[in-house]
C-alpha cells in the first residue's frame, strides 16, 4: 500500500477569529491562504501540519480523516475535509489511477460500441479527463505555476469547453441508458458513475488552477457553474434511476429490465450521496 | 415437505428494498397466521438471517406464494406458490372488486377502499382526510369523491394506507378482547391485532379458506410497503 504525506490544516494554530470568519462565509481558503471573501485580500497564512495517508484510493476514507482534524463547527469540518481531500487529488497518483479505471471502462464500452457516437463522445469525456491530470501535473508545486503561467492559463481555456461538452455529454447519457441493450447498459452505467465521480475531482483541480492564477473570480465562477451541472446531472440521473425502480416497485417492469440498475445500486447510491463530492464543489482551499 | 422456493415475481421484487423491520413485519404476519402449514420459521436461509431479514425477501415472499397457492388450488402443502399477482387476483374475485386491466397497484387500492368501505373504518377516514383536506386534493365531503379521490391520487393512497393501518390498530386496542378470543390459540396478537381488527374482521370470519387468513393481511401489508416506497423514492 502505498503511503502519502500531505500537508492539512493545523486548526490548534488558527487565531480564533480566522475560524469565525471561515465559519461565518466571511472568508474563504485559497492557496492555503485565508483571504475575504469580499475583496479576496490576505487575512491569515495558514498554518499545516505533515499528516500520513495509509490509502490514496478511497476519498471517503480520506474525507473521514480530515473531518478528524477539524474541530465540531461545520463549516471547519468542510474545510478540514476538502483541504485533505483536496490534497490527495492534487498531491498525489489518486487521480491518475482514477484516470486508468475510466479509459479501462472507455476500452470495454468501445469494444461493444465501436463507431457509435456513445464512443466518439465517450472519448472526448476521457480526453477531459487527460487534460485534468495534465493541469494537476502543472499545479503541483508553487515552483511549477510561477515558472509556467501562460501553460495554466492555456490548460485553464481548455478545460472549461472540454468540462461543457463532458457535462453535457454525461446529461445525455442518461436519456441513452433505456436505449441501450442490457450488457451495453451496464458498461454505460459503469461509465458513467466513474465519470461522474471524477467530474468533482476534475472541477477541483480546475478552480485551483485559477487560484493560483491568483484568478479568484474566475476560480469561484468554475465551481459554481460546475456545481450546477454537476447537481442538474445527479438529479437526471436519480430521476431516470427512481422511474426506473419505481416501476419496479409498482410491479410492472420486468426482471431483467432494472436488473442492471440494481446490481450497481449501491454505486449509484453511494455516487448520489457523495459529501466529499460535494464539498469538493462548494469548498475553497 | 418441500423446500421454499421464490418464483421470480414482478408484484413482490420490490421487497428487496425493505429494511428487516419490514420484512419482519411481513414474516410475523406470515408465521401469526398460518398455523402448522408455515415452513419460514425453520426454513434454515430464514434463521441464519434472522437478525437482517432484508438478506433473506424471497424466502418470506416465496412463503406468501405457497400461501397463495392454496387459496387457488386449495392443495396444501405442495411446496408450489402462485405469483403475487394471481393471489391479488383471488381476493379481488372473493371481494367482487373486477380486476380485470387493473395493475397490481391499482388492485391493492381497490382493496385498501373494500377494506375501508366499513362504516367505522370510513368514518374515521373521513375525518382524518378532512383535517387536512386544505393541503391535498380539496374537501372530499362525502365517501364517494374521497374514493375517486384516493383512486387518482398515488400519495393519497399511501396516507391512506398509513391512516388504514393506524384506524385499525386503534380498532384492535379497543377490541383486544374480541380479537383473543377469535384467535384464542394466537400468542402474538400485538403484530396480528392492527391487521384482522376493523373492518377485515367480518371478512376473515366470513371466509371459509384459512388461507385467506394469511393472504388478506400480508397483500394490505405488502400494499402498504409498495406505498411507503413509492413515496420515498429508492435512490
Redesign the interface.
Known sequence: MTRDVIFAIDWNEVPAEIVEALNSGRAGIFNGVARSTENYKIMKHMPFKPVQMDSIQDLAQVAQQGQALAGAVQMTVAISTAVTVGAVVLCTAYLASKLRELDSKIQRLDARLHGQNLIFYAEKAATYFAAVEATRELISTAELVEENRDLVGQSLSRLSGQRHETMAFLGNLCHLFDHLPDEDRGMALDFFHASLDFVPKAVLVESQAAYRLERFRLGDHVRKSAQRSYEECLLEYRSWGNGLLNKLTRGEASRSNPQVLLDRLSEAKSLINNDCNRILLTTTI | MFALKYK?D?????L??CSHEEINELSDILISTGGSSVELSTNSEYIKNKENLSKCWPIVAAELQKFGGNTISNIARIGEGVL??EIVNDLCLSFEIASQNL???EKEDEILLKSLSDSFCIKHALKLFNERADQTAGNPGNQTVFMECIRRNSFLAYEVSLEFMDIIKKFAESHESKMKKLWANDTRIPILAPIYAGPLFEILRKKADPAFRVTIPAIIHIAYL?RK??KA???
Open positions: 421470480p414482478p408484484g413482490l421484487e420490490f428487496q428494498f403475487y399477482d395493475s397490481i397497484t409498495r416506497k413509492l423514492n429508492i435512490l
